[in-house]
């Protein structure tokens, strides 16, 4: 198991750049798949991006491709996203998520944090 907290949300202006960071506690941090999912007030919940335990295999949801990066280090326990070229569209509650393969569905979920991008 493991639980994931996420950090670096704030308020920025369109065209700017933000990174998260989701900090994993738990064994085996490099055998999960990890990931990130946004919610917007009044929208479903998307898939952003994720990698998988050697972060070699990338996935990027298409509103982000391209100006959106996921890392990982595992020595840290801590995966990034870095967001760049934002948009207002980017606005949501950005959730680290985390399962352990590659394989099933997301088994854990942290709390959120919130990215607001002003036009």
């Known amino acids: 198991q493991v639980q994931l907290v996420e950090s670096g949300g704030g308020l920025v202006q369109a065209g700017g750049s933000l990174r998260l960071s989701c900090a994993a506690s738990?064994?085996?941090?490099?055998?999960?798949?990890m990931g990130w999912f946004r919610q917007a007030p009044g929208k479903e919940r998307e898939f952003v991006a994720a990698?998988?335990?050697?972060?070699?295999?990338?996935y990027f949801a298409d509103s982000v491709k391209g100006r959106y990066t996921i890392s990982r280090d595992n020595a840290k326990n801590t995966v990034y996203l870095q967001m760049n070229n934002l948009e207002p569209e980017d606005t949501a509650v950005y959730y680290c998520?985390?399962?352990?393969?590659?394989?099933?569905?997301?088994?854990?979920w942290g709390q959120g944090t919130q990215v607001t991008v002003s036009s």
């Open positions: 738990g064994r085996a941090f490099s055998r999960y798949t």
């Open positions: 990698n998988t335990w050697s972060g070699g295999s990338t």
């Open positions: 998520v985390a399962k352990l393969g590659q394989y099933g569905s997301w088994n854990y």
